[in-house]
């Protein structure tokens, strides 16, 4: 996993209680998940596709479940963890809705971060330069990229509104993860990567906010 | 005779038998009066007893996993996971593997004598079951001071003893390894079992189970039921690879002798397994398998039946095996999760079928080396 992300593992951890329970979507080595077990005391599985990061995530002493998470997550009871994660993930999925929804059937709260496609850079790839954006968000080329569903600040919380779903955190980030005024001014244009927490509106009054 | 064994190999080993003179109540309800169990140990047993490792061996198994016999040139059956360097390091676990009770390579059985009758046990050997086992192979563990394994590993019928070890003795394993496993058996499984065991039980030398009395075997049944097995522990693709439609003589015959070389095979295969194996502990071993079940007792929950599990567990599975597909696996796995139990679990990218277990595959063994070190760090290993 890239070195870059980090930083946005830091904000994801000040958002999760102590002693939790959490289910991370797109593991990757188990870095967040070991970080929040040493830092948060928090237990846990980690689902993760390529094997390569399995074999990192059980160097890591993580509990890695080898899942293709575009087959579901039927294995996992409703109500079974207080925080489902996706890292970096959503916009590689084939059903990112279904997914969300998915992720607040299994866990009181969700924690997504994706690359925001409104960002300023992006456009400009588009708008003057005339090619399919890349950043260091997202490096790949049209032909080769993983990511077949980005979307924008807007889109993502518009995908929301239409699901019920309320946003408890919104962080938007530059593409260094600094947090920056413009990006708090204009996050749709000036921030890079976004990490949202999330939960279903008829939950929080139910259940209390676990953060 | 001077021999040079390969440097990752424990080298020349041999085995030792446990003579038990306690009863032994089985699940059929029969009492064994006593048994004896022959073992392989591997590596050096730790002062605090702490780096124990079981093996568990399949339907075809035996004590002999790793090393070399005096004179022999093949190692034991386990000889790619098992030895210096290996996932089961045994420069750093004290390795055990016996020959399940009712076997036939040395473990009491239906070759050993019946002490009330003085006569082979033959068919009077009584069905077992992998509860069973647990229980002979605990007595084992007692016998060899070892208190709590740090982990009990095996594939297939393997796996399924680790399995239940776990579930009966869950303070006496910290780890479960369960490979190339089920929860318990499909009909389609017990489908195959049983044309295995109606070509032994009819073959006109099987003598009701007591052939080695008339000087015979039942040679032709015991080899088609090896036959039929091998043809479920390899995957289409396995087949096709090694043997595609190729003929022995170019052309066909038009004939009935064999033709195709996958004929050849698989021929080869049962002759050769006649003479190393038993029918009757062949039947045993199916049975064994057909009734491993153990959320039978639980509802058929599998997960009230792991509920009380303390072991951490590795699960794997193998993408070509169609006889304990990886849906089977995940299964345990999901009701591991239901009691949110330590699990890893991986699908293993193979196309050997059931028998990838048993094979080099680099993405197999590092994960299972990465995992097992993991145990020897907890054990202080």
Request: glycine share 8%.
């Amino acid at each position: 996993m890239n070195l870059e992300l980090r930083p946005e593992f830091t904000i994801i951890s000040d958002w999760i209680a102590p002693g939790s329970r959490v289910l991370d979507l797109g593991c990757g080595d188990g870095t967040l998940l070991r970080h929040l077990r040493e830092t948060r005391e928090v237990t846990g599985y980690g689902l993760e596709i390529d094997p390569a990061n399995i074999l990192q995530c059980v160097k890591n002493g993580i509990n890695v479940i080898q899942t293709d998470l575009d087959e579901g997550l039927q294995d996992f009871d409703a109500d079974s963890f207080d925080y489902v994660v996706m890292t970096q993930t959503l916009q590689a999925m084939h059903y990112p809705d279904r997914l969300l929804e998915e992720m607040l059937r299994i866990g009181r709260q969700g924690i997504v971060t994706f690359p925001n496609f409104g960002h300023w850079r992006l456009r400009y790839h588009l708008a003057l330069r005339g090619h399919m954006p890349m950043s260091r968000a997202l490096p790949h080329s049209w032909y080769n990229t993983p990511n077949i569903h980005l979307c924008t600040i807007n889109d993502f919380e518009q995908l929301c509104r239409e699901r019920s779903i309320r946003v408890l955190d919104r962080n938007l980030a530059d593409d260094r993860y600094r947090d920056r005024w413009t990006a708090r001014l204009w996050p749709n244009l000036m921030g890079a990567i976004a990490i949202y927490r999330f939960e279903h509106e008829h939950s929080g009054a139910k259940r209390g906010n676990a953060a | 005779m001077s021999k040079e064994f390969p440097a990752d190999s424990i080298g020349l080993v041999s085995p030792r038998t446990l003579k038990l003179d306690e009863p032994l109540e089985l699940d059929g309800g029969q009492v064994l009066p006593g048994f004896e169990l022959v073992y392989e140990t591997y590596g050096t047993l730790n002062t605090d007893r702490s780096n124990a490792v079981l093996v568990e061996h399949a339907l075809s198994g035996h004590h002999h996993a790793a090393g070399y016999h005096a004179g022999e040139r093949k190692p034991g059956w386990w000889e790619t996971c098992i030895g210096p360097g290996k996932p089961i390091d045994t420069n750093r676990f004290f390795v055990v593997c016996s020959n399940n009770l009712g076997g036939c390579h040395g473990s009491s059985g239906p070759q050993s004598i019946n002490p009330e009758s003085g006569r082979i046990y033959g068919a009077d050997f009584p069905i077992v079951t992998v509860n069973d086992w647990v229980r002979s192979q605990a007595r084992l563990a007692d016998a060899l001071g070892i208190d709590t394994w740090a982990a009990v590993v095996g594939g297939s019928l393997g796996g399924m003893q680790a399995l239940q070890w776990s579930i009966m003795y869950p303070k006496r394993l910290r780890h479960a390894v369960v490979i190339a496993a089920a929860p318990k058996l499909s009909a389609q499984n017990i489908a195959f079992n049983e044309v295995a065991r109606q070509a032994i039980i009819t073959d006109p030398e099987f003598h009701d189970g007591h052939y080695l009395e008339h000087d015979t075997i039942p040679r032709q049944g015991l080899a088609l039921a090896r036959m039929l097995g091998h043809i479920t522990y390899l995957s289409d693709d396995a087949m096709g690879a090694k043997f595609g439609r190729e003929l022995r003589e170019g052309r066909f015959n038009f004939n009935y002798e064999v033709e195709f070389q996958v004929e050849s095979y698989l021929r080869h295969q049962g002759q050769s397994f006649v003479d190393r194996f038993d029918a009757n502990t062949y039947l045993l071993m199916t049975k064994a398998l057909d009734y491993f079940d153990p959320a039978a007792n639980f509802d058929n929950d599998l997960s009230a039946a792991l509920a009380g599990v303390e072991a951490s567990y590795l699960v794997v599975s193998f993408t070509s095996d169609w006889r304990f597909p990886s849906s089977r696996s995940r299964e345990i796995v999901r009701a591991l999760l239901d009691g949110d139990k330590d699990v890893v679990y991986s699908e293993i990218e193979a196309h050997h079928g059931h028998d990838a277990f048993l094979m080099p595959i680099d993405e197999y063994l590092q994960l299972f080396s990465a995992y097992m070190d993991r145990v020897a760090r907890e054990v202080g290993a």
